[in-house]
């Protein structure tokens, strides 16, 4: 039986180390302890793939709680080209991709707003109106190691309710000496069209020290360019209980009958005869968008050690982002009513196949340039005053900017529609799953679309600018006990941190015609080119040239903005338009924190045993103000198209306010067993606070309030946080060298969670002048004249009878809202605190060196349930959990001779994207991902001990991502993203 004697400054550093106070990895303390030993003490570094598992593993099993880690691999390598794609390797991580990379992360089923990412034990500020990391971000060159706590511990800071990530970078002395990497890549994306074939990476990291090790300083500096394509097809939502249909001459319902009037109409479902809901697609459109990114990453540190007893450090970090989107799109909207000939419907209600009849084969093109900026100053101080007593004070101020109208030339993300408004007849087709087509009649029996019928609908102009800050002060100490006690350690500490977010948002709201108004003559047929589908989505069986519709009319973003500009004169920079809507909001979240913590130590049987203890106290202020324009009155500007007008040059402004306190115990009890044999038992409470979207008192109407459409949004400043109260029960057994097998079993109770409420209001002065007398009349005049009865044919005969009005904006007529129209009933979602929820679930790990062959192999599975999941046949308000999921990550690995190639595959199963469809009805549909599984490869070989030459496979298979509303058959979005490889050279000292 092992007997564990304690060196308590190495215990002490080692608890600070692990709690994420001293933001070093465990290789780096351990280099440290050695240097502190004396210079006959050898050490041994083993870099590579079996170095970095041995030093996360070293993490794993010397850690308080259930504690994981990735560790780079040598210094400027990190195992993968994304830091999102190193955490999804640890068990019970899952990650979300954007653009093809690792984005978020997902831990034991708890998304991304769910888990903190602090950057060297400092809380950071999310991208955007969130408070998730986008760990897409930042570069992976200059991070050392990455932690993750998945149980809570009273001195770091509270927010990760799944989990807590710390990201540590490079400290120089750390690591005395002089270091050095640099690092050139070429990046090939097969999905690229438009852009260079091949884009750089290019990255440097500098590391020495001087004055006998007392001064350090060391800088990375990385750049990357990256061209890709992203191709999809979308529905953006499903209408529930559209119909019936009178005008349909035929029909298919595999619905039950009704054995009575209420299972009829249960829940609100229309009277048809049939038990159960119908849902059809509001839209189906395919999408390409060609995008250029360019990112840039620095990091510099400097650091001072006066004495033996005390160390400055100094530290910066800054990204940037900037990425440009041309988008392109083609597709169809759908009326129901009258236009409905015929259709077929499943057995749940879901449409797999309809007809309808007019409007527009659609065409869109889009522009956007989003700038996201981050910088972080920190300062920390370390004093070992005695043998005793560890201080620690840390203050950082961080701060991420956002701009999506960051092209100086337009100041604008925009998007304009226009297409031939001719159509016959439009059918859906879901009947052979893949990608939903679409087939399209032309009159006179044409087989396609005629670029000289190009009529402009309107242009949308938006620009967002956001701001978020997070300012925090940290003071650690640490009391080592001098006496043989099993009181080892007592910690404490206090901190204060601001987190401010706000921005100004602007909306131009439909410019142009607003409408199809007879305006070909705009748009030369010369500016459109006929372009097959061709290689469009063509992952997918009956995608690409199998499309139905196999082609669509590309056109110039820049010249038909330009010549509907020149036509109708109006502003194409939201902020400088007089009429735009404007919103600005601004959040402050002042947090005040104290905690104590003890570390004990005993025996029972000769086992070692291993207590933490500890209570963090924390109280929460919350302010947020709100300034917006205010709405004025609704117009009917064409047969498919609404617009809300505000009042000119009239704000309104209102502040909020909320707060909470509460009290974060845990316990952690770590037995050694055997030498080999780890068994953990850990109890905590953690929280994640609401998001930071959701405490904004803003409320906000649809701006083209088309029937059906008519929904709203409002914040709730006093949301309080989720609290969850978690236990863990694990065992470890480590058997050789490097290798091990792990499992445990958690559980997380969680109370607060949050739900969206919808309620109906009215707003005054806002009228439906398609429910009034008006449109009444109009009705019955298309009765009598034998005219089927649609929106479209109601809105063209009250324009026949004189009851239009000239639209100044837009030089055309419109039906404007009167004093006898009634006032529109407004959907309006506000989050609101609710249920209680439980997850539980388990996880295993293997880890095993064969020996001294070169090979290695890791596998995790993670598995997970609880009552969190969205029940698809509710239409109540839900609160469910994002994110839940099962999953598993292989990795097999040669490494030896200067040779290492490591496979690795990461798979997850269909989970809750979210709840709320764009376009989805007033019952708040879901949002499900498919499941997703990606395979990806790195080889890697030393020249000599200096130069590595390498390349990397990423999603070598090409994977694509699907996701669907209630059912499986209600399509949401099929993407397609293409493989990515990377080559190049890396040279270190």
């Not at 897409?136 to 309710?161: F, Q």
């Not at 990357?224 to 559209?242: E, K, L, M, V, Y």
């Not at 005869?273 to 990112?295: C, E, L, M, W």
């Not at 309808?356 to 522009?367: G, K, L, V």
Request: some cysteine.
């Amino acid at each position: 039986m092992k007997h564990m004697t304690f060196n308590k400054k190495y215990l002490a550093a080692s608890i600070s180390l692990l709690m994420g106070t001293a933001a070093m990895s465990t290789a780096q303390a351990q280099e440290e302890a050695a240097s502190a030993a004396g210079d006959d003490v050898e050490v041994i570094a083993v870099r590579g793939i079996r170095g970095s598992l041995i030093r996360a593993m070293d993490i794993k099993r010397d850690g308080q709680g259930v504690v994981d880690a990735i560790s780079a691999e040598e210094m400027g390598k990190f195992p993968d080209t994304n830091l999102a794609e190193s955490l999804q390797r640890i068990t019970g991580v899952t990650i979300s991709r954007k653009n093809g990379e690792g984005s978020q992360i997902t831990v034991r089923g708890f998304g991304p707003s769910f888990n903190l990412v602090t950057l060297n034990g400092r809380q950071m500020p999310g991208t955007g109106n969130t408070r998730s990391f986008d760990l897409e971000n930042l570069a992976s060159d200059g991070v050392s190691a990455l932690e993750l706590y998945k149980t809570g511990r009273a001195d770091i800071p509270s927010g990760g309710l799944g989990a807590t990530v710390n990201i540590i970078t490079a400290k120089p002395l750390n690591s005395p000496g002089l270091k050095y990497a640099v690092s050139a890549k070429g990046i090939y994306d097969e999905s690229n069209v438009e852009g260079e074939d091949v884009t750089p990476e290019l990255s440097a990291l500098y590391s020495d020290t001087f004055l006998d090790n007392t001064l350090g300083f060391a800088v990375s500096l990385s750049h990357q360019t990256r061209n890709f394509q992203q191709q999809s097809a979308n529905i953006p939502g499903w209408q529930a209980d559209q119909g019936p249909f009178t005008n349909a001459t035929s029909f298919i319902d595999a619905r039950p009958d009704a054995a009575n009037a209420a299972e009829d109409t249960a829940d609100g479902a229309t009277e048809d005869g049939k038990a159960g809901h119908t849902y059809f697609p509001r839209q189906i459109s395919n999408n390409i968008n060609n995008v250029d990114r360019s990112r840039f990453n620095g990091q510099a540190t400097l650091q001072y050690a006066p004495r033996d007893d005390m160390t400055f450090t100094l530290d910066y970090v800054y990204s940037e982002i900037e990425q440009a989107t041309a988008g392109k799109g083609f597709g169809i909207w759908f009326n129901f009513g009258g236009n409905v000939t015929d259709y077929e419907l499943d057995e749940r209600g879901t449409a797999i196949n309809f007809t309808e009849t007019a409007n527009d084969f659609a065409h869109s093109a889009n522009a956007e340039t989003l700038l996201v900026e981050s910088d972080s100053i920190g300062f920390n101080w370390e004093w070992q005053f005695n043998d005793s007593l560890h201080f620690e004070l840390d203050y950082h101020d961080s701060k991420t900017t956002t701009d999506n109208g960051a092209d100086g030339g337009t100041n604008h993300s925009g998007n304009i529609i226009l297409g031939p408004n001719n159509i016959v007849t439009k059918t859906y087709d879901f009947s052979q799953g893949g990608i939903p087509q679409y087939d399209i009649t032309w009159p006179d029996g044409a087989a396609e679309a005629s670029a000289n019928d190009f009529d402009p609908l309107f242009a949308q102009f938006s620009r967002g600018v956001g701001e978020s800050t997070v300012e925090q002060l940290q003071l650690h100490g640490t009391w080592e006990n001098p006496e043989d006690s099993f009181l080892m350690a007592v910690r404490g500490g206090l901190s204060s941190t601001d987190q401010t977010f706000g921005g100004r948002n602007a909306f131009s709201g439909n410019q142009g015609p607003g409408g199809y108004n007879g305006n070909q003559a705009i748009f030369p047929d010369s500016m459109f080119t006929r372009t097959s589908t061709g290689d469009l989505l063509d992952q997918f069986s009956n995608g690409g040239a199998n499309l139905t519709t196999n082609y669509f009319y590309d056109f110039d973003y820049a010249e038909a903005v330009g010549r509907l500009q020149s036509f109708f004169g109006f502003e194409t920079d939201p902020f400088a338009q007089s009429n735009a809507v404007n919103t600005y909001a601004d959040l402050t979240e002042q947090t005040q924190s104290a905690y104590i913590a003890a570390d004990m130590y005993f025996e029972i049987d000769d086992m070692p045993i291993d207590v933490n203890v500890g209570l963090r106290y924390e109280e929460t202020e919350v302010t947020s103000v709100v300034n917006q324009d205010i709405e004025d009155f609704v117009v009917w500007s064409n047969p498919t198209e609404w617009q809300l007008r505000y009042r000119a040059s009239d704000t309104g402004s209102v502040a909020f306010s909320g707060e909470h306190d509460l009290l974060l115990p845990n316990l952690d009890i770590k037995v050694e067993v055997t030498d080999e044999l780890i068994t953990r038992f850990s109890a905590s409470k953690t929280i994640t606070r609401a998001p930071l979207g959701n405490l904004v008192g803003a409320r906000s109407l649809s701006a083209a309030p088309k029937p059906g459409s008519r929904n709203g949004s409002s914040g709730n400043t006093n949301l309080q946080p989720f609290e969850s109260t978690n236990f863990d029960l694990t065992a470890e057994y480590y058997y050789a060298d490097a290798s091990y097998i792990a499992l445990g079993y958690f559980r997380k109770d969680v109370k607060n969670f949050i739900s969206t409420v919808q309620t109906l209001v009215t707003v005054d002065n806002l009228r439906d002048p398609l429910n009034g007398p008006r449109a009444a009349q109009a009705a019955a005049e298309l009765v009598a004249d034998g005219v089927d009865v649609t929106d479209g044919a109601i809105w063209q005969q009250l324009i026949d009878s004189g009851q239009g009005v000239d639209d100044a904006c837009c030089q055309t007529q419109i039906i404007r809202q009167n004093e006898n129209d009634p006032l529109i009933e407004w959907l309006v979602s506000r989050p609101e605190n609710g249920d209680d929820k439980s997850v539980d679930g388990i996880e295993f790990a293997i880890q095993h060196m064969f020996g001294e062959t070169g090979f290695g192999a890791s596998f995790n599975i993670t598995l997970v349930d609880g009552d969190v999941e969205y029940d698809t046949e509710s239409f109540d308000a839900q609160s469910p959990l994002n994110g839940l999921s099962d999953s598993a990550n292989t990795q097999l690995f040669y490494e030896k001779d200067g040779l290492s190639v490591k496979l690795t595959y990461a798979w997850r199963d269909d989970y809750l994207i979210g709840v709320g469809q764009q376009q989805g009805s007033a019952e708040s549909p879901p949002q499900f991902g498919k499941e997703y599984a990606q395979t990806d490869l790195s080889i890697n070989y030393d020249v000599n001990d200096n130069l590595t030459v390498f390349f990397e496979g990423i999603n070598l298979t090409n994977e694509t991502e699907e996701g669907y509303g209630r059912y499986e058959e209600q399509f949401l979005f099929a993407r397609q993203y293409g493989s990515r490889y990377n080559f190049g050279a890396r040279y270190s000292f």
